[in-house]
């Protein structure tokens, strides 16, 4: 329905200048083809998607991140750092996903898009059930270590669940990164541009601090895919 959504809002979009042409509308419905056609090849085995923000063929926006850092990040010769003011601290960052289906399921996979950027290439996540509208950190489902080779090319990471955790319907989970090693830095993409718009909520904290949420009503969100198998 996501998928039909967008055609939908391509072609009576307000903004005459917004809409699609013929050609565009025919180009979108062959790859909206080709992403129904991935979520049967995870029906096929066995899976539920439950959130999906990679479009066609896995694509991200490759120009939009939001990074998981330790403090004083130590970045490659030639790398050029855009800061907002003041000093990069310690970040985390998180994003939720609901498990809308009738069913409850067992965590399979998580995949999401993501580039090293400084100091170790290692990546902290953590499932975590929602407390009160927050990431509630301290009932952490299940953590993975991700490693990769050290390169600065952005990359597409899919973890197996080990302990496979019951996700109940109707509840809101957080998916949760963190760098462990000092002087690093490693960012999340987000999900293509004119991406399945809709409610997206999105944490992050600093130093080991309170989380902080933000709620976007028309935001794209992450390119992060979630799979779980009926129970």
């Not at 694509?59 to 998981?68: L, V």
């Not at 490693?147 to 197996?160: A, D, F, H, L």
Request: charged share 25%.
């Amino acid at each position: 329905r996501f998928y039909l959504m967008r055609l939908m809002r391509g072609t009576v979009v307000e903004d005459p200048a917004g809409r699609w042409t013929a050609s565009r509308l025919l180009e979108e419905v062959h790859a909206t083809q080709r992403l129904v056609c991935r979520v049967t090849q995870h029906e096929s085995r066995g899976e539920i998607v439950l959130t999906d923000g990679f479009g066609d063929e896995d694509s991200f926006n490759p120009s939009s991140t939001n990074s998981a850092r330790s403090k004083d990040p130590n970045y490659p010769p030639n790398f050029q750092v855009i800061s907002m003011g003041g000093p990069l601290l310690d970040t985390d960052i998180g994003t939720a996903f609901d498990v809308s289906i009738d069913q409850d399921v067992r965590l399979e996979t998580i995949t999401l898009a993501i580039v090293h950027r400084a100091g170790e290439d290692q990546l902290d996540l953590r499932i975590a059930p929602d407390l009160n509208g927050k990431p509630d950190s301290k009932n952490t489902l299940e953590s993975f270590r991700v490693s990769g080779n050290g390169s600065y090319s952005p990359r597409i990471e899919t973890i197996q669940s080990r302990q496979h955790p019951v996700l109940r319907q109707g509840h809101r989970y957080w998916i949760l990164l963190s760098v462990p090693a000092p002087h690093s830095e490693i960012a999340l993409y987000v999900a293509p541009f004119d991406w399945m718009p809709g409610t997206r909520y999105f944490a992050e904290r600093h130093n080991s601090g309170e989380w902080e949420v933000r709620e976007a009503p028309g935001g794209q969100g992450y390119a992060v895919r979630v799979t779980g198998r009926p129970m």
